[in-house]
């Protein structure tokens, strides 16, 4: 099993939401984080005085499933959220030990 995290621009998440579901994601977890890359924020102009935003608001998707769909829904997530400008983000995989539903105590893929 693997962890797909994304951290994408914030008005991306419904279309990439929605692409997620239409390959059968059916559980993500999301996040509104903060933070910069290349990108290092920008000046703002605010009642006439200049001042910077070094993070910038954006959103981190969490899924987690089976080694089969990893390529898939990086794919997915990749055509979705890009926006072919500085910013869109960064995708992350991460190895998964294990998996527990909480209310049945079922574990692995089953879990899932």
């Not at 990108?39 to 499933?65: M, S």
């Not at 960064?90 to 089953?110: A, L, N, Y």
């Amino acid at each position: 099993m693997k962890k797909v995290e994304a951290i994408i621009k914030p008005f991306k998440l419904e279309e990439v939401k929605d692409a997620l579901n239409e390959i059968g994601i059916q559980g993500i977890t999301v996040s509104e984080v903060k933070g910069f890359g290349r990108q290092k924020g920008h000046t703002e102009l605010y009642r006439g005085a200049e001042y910077v935003v070094d993070f910038l608001p954006k959103i981190k998707i969490e899924v987690v499933v089976d080694d089969e769909m990893v390529l898939q829904v990086v794919e997915t997530v990749q055509e979705t959220a890009n926006t072919g400008r500085i910013g869109d983000g960064k995708i992350f995989v991460i190895p998964v030990e294990e998996v527990i539903r909480i209310r049945t105590g079922e574990k692995g893929k089953e879990a899932l």
